[in-house]
């Protein structure tokens, strides 16, 4: 267990609608990192906050939009969803920005199926 | 941006030794981590090499060469439950401190 947790664990949706997924950083870490993983692409990084503030942005469409509140957790709102959506979305978490050092660590992840 | 490029697969018995090679190539070279996914779970860290050399953890080490571009993962004493896929990441500073870049990982098959 990793201490970064991430609901809901399992999500079925149709086309056109809008989700939130919720990530609990470990305790004492200020940087959340959300990724999305399908079945034909790898770990693609989408968004960084830290303590609050958008640090860095990845392969992140325009339906889809993140924000770290000042409990630290965050949230990814995916919005007009397709079916090309569908996949496995990690949160994952590190103390800092990050110095060279900083590990981050993985939620177990939200299964988003789109139909 | 980086390139990272990993082998897709690798078959090795119980109890054998497997290396895991990644390359890659980047501005601005800022880390280099391990990591181990089984299917449908989290990433799990392994191990980080920020310079040159080999880092060693009970029968995980990892090995890094900058001036190669150049990184393992060596697995030895070889279990079952190693069947994974292993992810290479690496950090750039001259993109972001915090992002990793992931390459497509190297499913590991241990066979009995």
């Known amino acids: 267990d990793s201490g970064v947790t991430q609901t809901p664990k399992h999500l079925i949706t149709a086309t056109g609608q809008r989700v939130t997924l919720r990530c609990s950083p470990r305790?004492?870490?200020?940087?959340v990192y959300w990724y999305q993983q399908s079945l034909d692409q790898g770990l693609q990084f989408l968004i960084q906050?830290?303590?609050?503030?958008?640090?860095a942005k990845g392969n992140i469409l325009e339906r889809f939009s993140a924000q770290q509140f000042p409990d630290l957790h965050s949230e990814l709102n995916l919005s007009s969803l397709e079916l090309g959506d569908s996949a496995l979305y990690f949160c994952?978490?590190?103390?800092?920005?990050?110095?060279?050092?900083?590990?981050?660590?993985f939620g177990p992840g939200t299964r988003l199926l789109v139909l | 941006g980086q390139n990272i490029d990993q082998p897709t697969e690798m078959t090795a018995t119980e109890g054998a030794i497997v290396q895991i090679n990644c390359t890659y190539q980047t501005s601005g070279f800022n880390g280099l981590f391990w990591y181990q996914q089984h299917a449908g779970e989290a990433p799990t860290f392994l191990s980080y090499n920020v310079l040159d050399g080999l880092e060693e953890k009970g029968r995980f080490s990892s090995f890094l060469s900058r001036s190669k571009g150049y990184s393992y993962l060596l697995l030895k004493e070889l279990q079952m439950k190693d069947s994974a896929s292993y992810l290479c990441?690496?950090?750039?500073?001259?993109?972001?401190?915090?992002?990793?870049?992931f390459g497509a990982g190297t499913q590991v098959v241990v066979t009995p």
């Open positions: 994952a978490s590190s103390v800092g920005v990050a110095g060279p050092q900083e590990t981050q660590y």
């Open positions: 990441a690496v950090r750039d500073r001259t993109d972001s401190w915090g992002k990793l870049q």
């Open positions: 305790s004492g870490d200020l940087s």
């Open positions: 906050y830290y303590n609050g503030e958008e640090r």
